[in-house]
């Protein structure tokens, strides 16, 4: 995750100052410690992370109960960092100051239960910290209590739940990943990306049938969605062609399911080119299982086609046709 360096995030925090509150400083203290973030801010909307870090460590010398403070400050040494010179330690050093900032601004603003510009200030600063600990490799072993500690924070938002997932699959603890994309199906059973994500998850760990059963799923909350069904058809036509361990029966009944689906997401939108395209390609498959001649011909001639519609429905969308399929409903590739 790329270190934040727009100007949005700095203001956002400026406006709210007003509303801040002033334990563990005085009066004057509060004042002077507004007026170095402020220049805080303006030094890091221009980029100059050096100077940033410099004002919002007098920021917060001056008034520790600023959270947003040690979020930018944590945010310039990460800004300041160059993955290049890795290894040095003046440059490794910035790494870890962005650690302690971040660390120090989610307790901060975590504590202020009320505030929920603070609340959500506090999630993104952890997501930063999870990214020091993964993207940047500082220490990848921390990044799974960091993301633990978003998923309490907010239960309802998958891709943490995602993120956790993909961290323990990469160190192969694959019965956890599971676990916590299970537990994102849970927390949200009707968001289609869970569904997804699981799916992607079994075909990764080559596990045909919990693939299937995941997409089958998210077909069944989008009945009206052809992509829902089309999205299915390239595993049972991948499934048919690479999978050794099949007998032709077996091939012939996954060929005869992808077309299942494949003819669902055409009857919900009959230009469709991506499942136009899979039945074409399911029939070629089947024309191989097949010992009669005549049979195997009539199912290549439907096959050829198909290839030439899906070619037809191209060139019209390339010509600005209208009526023709929208871009966005363009093929997947096959699994694989």
Known sequence: MRAFSGVSLAIAAVLVLGSLGTAGCTRLAEIQANRTFNAGNTAYNAQDYQLAAELYEETVAKNPDLGYAYFFLGNSYD??????????????????????????????????????????????????????????????????????????????EITYYFT??????????????????????????TDPDVYITLAGFYNRMGDFDKTIEALEQRAEREPDNPEAFQTIAPYYWDNAQQNPMLSNEEKMQNVERGLEAVEKALSLRPEYIDAIVYKGLLLRTQALLETDPEVQQNLVKEAEGLSERAESLRKRRASGDASAEPAEMEAEPAPG
Do not use: C, F, H, W
């Open 79 to 156: 800004n300041m960092y160059r993955p290049a010179r890795k290894g040095e330690p003046e440059n490794d050093q910035l790494l870890v100051k962005a650690e302690q900032n971040y660390m120090m601004a989610a307790d901060v603003l975590l504590a202020q239960e009320d505030d929920e510009r603070a609340l959500e200030y506090a999630k993104l600063t952890l997501d930063y910290l999870r990214a020091l600990y993964t993207d940047k490799a500082m220490e990848p072993g921390k990044a799974e209590e960091v993301v633990q500690r978003m998923i309490r924070l907010d239960p309802s």
């Open 164 to 189: 956790l997932a993909r961290i323990y699959e990469d160190a192969a603890v694959y019965d956890e990943a599971e676990y916590i994309l299970q537990a994102a199906r849970d927390a949200r059973p």
